[in-house]
Nanobody, 119 residues
Framework: QVQLVESGGGLVQPGGSLRLSCEAS????????MGWYRQAPGKQRELVAG?????NYADSVKGRFTIYRDNAKKTVHLQMNSLKPEDTAVYYC???????????????WGQGTQVTVSS
């Protein structure tokens, strides 16, 4: 199987920065895409940023967040700057993984890491 392990969440003041990291391991032939989602209390999970050959971002984080990927290490990172209280949520790593050359790509999720932006 495939495991995604996140790190880097925590408590930060408004205007501060955090970097989230996610490492994929297990039966991985290739990773088609990686990304970060978040879910705030009482809200649906939403895409924050995704990366394949290029990156895409939710409008609410454009210019503040940067996603980047290390294919050799099977990691994806999310650099979050100028954080706002409304960025408070549980952040989940997601990867679209093929476990062998002829398999369809399947979605895998990390366990989530809490990001709290508060003074």
């Amino acid at each position: 199987q495939v495991q995604l392990v996140e790190s880097g969440g925590g408590l930060v003041q408004p205007g501060g920065s955090l970097r989230l990291s996610c490492e994929a391991s297990g039966s991985i032939f290739s990773i088609d895409a990686m990304g970060w989602y978040r879910q705030a209390p009482g809200k649906q999970r939403e895409l924050v940023a995704g990366i394949t050959s290029g990156a895409n971002y939710a409008d609410s984080v454009k210019g503040r967040f940067t996603i980047y990927r290390d294919n050799a290490k099977k990691t994806v990172h999310l650099q979050m700057n100028s954080l706002k209280p409304e960025d408070t949520a549980v952040y989940y790593c997601n990867a679209l993984v093929r476990t062998n050359w002829h398999a369809e790509a399947l979605d895998f999720w990390g366990q989530g890491t809490q990001v709290t932006v508060s003074s």
